[in-house]
């Protein structure tokens, strides 16, 4: 199987950065897409960032030039760097990988997410 631990969440004040960390395990032959996505209260679950195995990135119109996305491949982890933080960033942000595992001989697709990490911004 294959799991995603997330972890760097917290309390920030506005203004303030946070960096958010994904690490991926388990029976992993290679990870394609990986994401950050969020979700506030009352609110749908909403893509933040993106980035694809050759590190191509796209991000919310609503954190282009405030986060950033980042990967290592050799360690199967994704990061976010928040910076500038605004109330309005405050959620509950999982990470989401597209994994091809190695289970029983064969190769086998998932998209696996992690259980979340709550970050809230203070005005």
């Known amino acids: 199987q294959v799991q995603l631990v997330e972890s760097g969440g917290g309390l920030v004040q506005a203004g303030g950065s946070l960096t958010l960390s994904c690490a991926a395990s388990?029976?992993?032959?290679?990870?394609?897409?990986m994401g950050w996505y969020r979700q506030a209260p009352g609110k749908q679950r909403e893509l933040v960032a993106a980035?694809?195995?050759?590190?191509?990135?796209n991000y919310a119109d609503s954190v282009e030039g405030r986060f950033t996305i980042s990967r290592d491949n050799a360690k199967n982890t994704v990061h976010l760097q928040m910076d500038s933080l605004k109330p309005e960033d405050t959620a509950d942000y999982c990470c989401k990988a597209a994994v091809v595992a190695v289970l029983g001989g064969a190769y086998k697709y998932f998209e696996v997410w992690g259980q979340g990490t709550l970050v809230t911004v203070s005005s």
């Open positions: 388990g029976s992993i032959f290679s990870i394609n897409d």
């Open positions: 980035i694809n195995s050759g590190g191509s990135t």
